[in-house]
Nanobody
Framework: QVQLMESGGGSVQAGGSLRLSCVASGITYGRYCMLWYRQGPGKGPEGIASLDSGDDSTTYAISVKGRFVISRDNAKNTLWLQMDSLEPEDTAMYYC????????????????????RGQGTQVTVSS
């Protein structure tokens, strides 16, 4: 059973930084896409970053490119999202998710649909 547990959210002022983590377990895919999603108040879900487990390649949504960095620590089964230069528009619930690389058409993209998702961690950015 796939389990994803996010942490690291909180409240920060605009211009500040946060680092989210996601501890994963039970993933049995041979190769997979790790994803970060967010959903702001009154908004639909927005995919923002992806990482391919096979080659560590990454993709980013325009809204976060240059400010956020997705990375992982295999030894700790942990996915990270470093968020810098935060803006009030970044206020949202943040989720990590995983998708089978095969069903992703062999390419990980930040806007992919996911197979499993965590419970989320709240990020609030004040102006």
């Amino acid at each position: 059973q796939v389990q994803l547990m996010e942490s690291g959210g909180g409240s920060v002022q605009a211009g500040g930084s946060l680092r989210l983590s996601c501890v994963a377990s039970g993933i049995t895919y041979g190769r997979y896409c790790m994803l970060w999603y967010r959903q702001g108040p009154g908004k639909g879900p927005e995919g923002i970053a992806s990482l391919d487990s096979g080659d560590d390649s990454t993709t980013y949504a325009i809204s976060v490119k240059g400010r956020f960095v997705i990375s992982r620590d295999n030894a700790k089964n942990t996915l990270w999202l470093q968020m810098d230069s935060l803006e009030p528009e970044d206020t949202a619930m943040y989720y990590c998710a995983v998708e089978d690389w095969v069903t992703s058409s062999n390419y990980c993209h930040y806007d992919d649909a996911y197979d499993h998702r965590g419970q989320g961690t709240q990020v609030t950015v004040s102006s």
